[in-house]
């Protein structure tokens, strides 16, 4: 194992303490949105070589079997399939959504605006305290009724009650300038039954940064859940989903395709966005990981591009020891040290530490957690 150094992305909507906390120091003056922890090339993590801090993207390039051994080297090619962030929102996110692999690959094969690359980006976020998040669209008779006590008209609530969810969301999504103002402003004045009151409180809080923003109107006809620590929501392609507020460990295919549907002062391409979404209503977003080993957590995702892992260790307790046959990232939330054939390193919270693909078993110990990221497999976990 070596040590890895991530970068930090400082977006407006991310937290002063959240991070900085975390890894044992005072906040600064800029929002410290995401700790990127991995080889995407748009902000690369990074090892030392002789002393000074090399890419790790450039590193798999000129060795890719070495880094992500021949399985994952065939199967995504030279380059780390998968990216860690430890993400800290102290305001609402865009709303947004993520491609299939086919279209993500047409489109960016094409140039077409918001694709940079030709991958899918499905998305595990994990709360490391409370969350607040919307993840996918929730039973439409419900947003037909939270619609209808907020007054807000236009047909929406009609086609919500019929069942027909993709044209209540394209009516809304197109809904533009003074027509939108006008719609919020009037449901953010509702005085809706106390069944709605949750309702009124996430319109007007979204309302209060985009008060002409129709994805404040969508955002109606999502689930929204405040997760506990250790819970978390998976995001595959297609669901539209928006952070809140909280801070969370996210592991994702490592992409960077993401169409935003508002909430957002970047550009939004309404038809796209109705294109790529899933209009499936999804019962119950909250994910809970399941027992994997002793101290150890799993979060079962259907993609091959990653698999995430807690592990617990006390002091003076067992270590825990990992078969994972790929590359690997480890990020500290405890006071940790990891080891595997190719060395040992002891790691604060908030640090993070990257294994090459055929090291041997990883071996965690100390006081605390830390969550690892692989790309999929078959693992077995034991205490030593």
């Given at each position: 194992?070596?040590?890895?150094?991530?970068?930090?992305?400082?977006?407006?909507?991310?937290?002063?303490?959240?991070?900085?906390?975390?890894?044992?120091?005072?906040?600064?003056?800029?929002?410290?949105?995401?700790?990127?922890?991995?080889?995407?090339?748009?902000?690369?993590?990074?090892?030392?070589?002789?002393?000074r801090p090399a890419a790790l993207d450039d590193l798999i390039a000129q060795r890719p079997e070495h880094w992500l051994g021949r399985?994952?080297?065939?199967?995504?090619?030279?380059?780390?399939?998968?990216?860690?962030?430890?993400?800290?929102?102290?305001?609402?996110?865009?709303?947004?959504?993520?491609?299939?692999?086919?279209?993500?690959?047409?489109?960016?094969?094409?140039?077409?605006?918001?694709?940079?690359?030709?991958?899918?980006?499905?998305?595990?976020?994990?709360?490391?305290?409370?969350?607040?998040?919307?993840?996918?669209?929730?039973?439409?008779?419900?947003?037909?009724?939270?619609?209808?006590?907020?007054?807000?008209?236009?047909?929406?609530?009609?086609?919500?009650?019929?069942?027909?969810?993709?044209?209540?969301?394209?009516?809304?999504?197109?809904?533009?300038?003074?027509?939108?103002?006008?719609?919020?402003?009037?449901?953010?004045?509702?005085?809706?039954?106390?069944?709605?009151?949750?309702?009124?409180?996430?319109?007007?809080?979204?309302?209060?940064?985009?008060?002409?923003?129709?994805?404040?109107?969508?955002?109606?006809?999502?689930?929204?859940?405040?997760?506990?620590?250790?819970?978390?929501?998976?995001?595959?392609?297609?669901?539209?989903?928006?952070?809140?507020?909280?801070?969370?460990?996210?592991?994702?295919?490592?992409?960077?395709?993401?169409?935003?549907?508002?909430?957002?002062?970047?550009?939004?391409?309404?038809?796209?966005?109705?294109?790529?979404?899933?209009?499936?209503?999804?019962?119950?977003?909250?994910?809970?990981?399941?027992?994997?080993?002793?101290?150890?957590?799993?979060?079962?995702?259907?993609?091959?591009?990653?698999?995430?892992?807690?592990?617990?260790?006390?002091?003076?307790?067992?270590?825990?020891?990992?078969?994972?046959?790929?590359?690997?990232?480890?990020?500290?939330?405890?006071?940790?040290?990891?080891?595997?054939?190719?060395?040992?390193?002891?790691?604060?919270?908030?640090?993070?530490?990257?294994?090459?693909?055929?090291?041997?078993?990883?071996?965690?110990?100390?006081?605390?957690?830390?969550?690892?990221?692989?790309?999929?497999?078959?693992?077995?976990?034991?205490?030593?």
């Amino acid at each position: 194992m070596e040590a890895l150094s991530g970068g930090l992305r400082h977006y407006a909507w991310g937290s002063r303490r959240a991070i900085a906390a975390l890894r044992g120091r005072d906040g600064g003056d800029e929002p410290e949105a995401e700790l990127w922890l991995g080889a995407h090339p748009d902000l690369p993590g990074t090892v030392l070589r002789s002393g000074r801090p090399a890419a790790l993207d450039d590193l798999i390039a000129q060795r890719p079997e070495h880094w992500l051994g021949r399985d994952a080297l065939a199967r995504f090619g030279p380059r780390l399939p998968f990216l860690v962030k430890i993400l800290a929102a102290e305001q609402p996110l865009s709303l947004q959504v993520h491609p299939e692999p086919a279209h993500a690959a047409a489109r960016w094969s094409t140039g077409y605006p918001g694709y940079t690359d030709a991958q899918h980006k499905p998305e595990l976020l994990v709360a490391l305290e409370p969350f607040d998040v919307l993840c996918g669209f929730r039973d439409p008779a419900r947003s037909a009724a939270a619609l209808r006590a907020l007054a807000v008209e236009g047909g929406a609530a009609a086609l919500l009650a019929g069942g027909e969810l993709e044209a209540a969301v394209g009516l809304l999504m197109r809904v533009r300038g003074e027509d939108a103002r006008r719609l919020i402003a009037t449901a953010a004045t509702a005085r809706p039954p106390d069944e709605f009151a949750g309702d009124l409180e996430l319109l007007r809080l979204l309302a209060d940064r985009y008060p002409a923003d129709p994805a404040v109107l969508v955002s109606l006809l999502l689930n929204r859940r405040l997760l506990a620590p250790g819970e978390a929501v998976w995001m595959p392609a297609g669901n539209p989903h928006a952070y809140l507020r909280g801070t969370g460990v996210e592991v994702m295919a490592a992409s960077d395709n993401v169409l935003r549907a508002g909430l957002t002062a970047k550009p939004v391409d309404v038809q796209e966005v109705l294109r790529v979404l899933r209009y499936e209503v999804l019962a119950e977003p909250v994910l809970r990981a399941e027992p994997a080993g002793d101290g150890v957590l799993a979060w079962d995702v259907p993609v091959d591009d990653f698999a995430l892992r807690a592990v617990d260790v006390a002091a003076g307790g067992p270590s825990v020891t990992l078969s994972l046959p790929g590359p690997k990232v480890v990020v500290a939330i405890g006071h940790i040290w990891v080891g595997d054939d190719d060395g040992r390193i002891d790691l604060e919270p908030g640090q993070a530490a990257v294994g090459r693909a055929g090291a041997g078993a990883l071996t965690l110990g100390g006081a605390g957690r830390a969550f690892v990221a692989s790309t999929a497999g078959a693992s077995a976990a034991f205490n030593a």
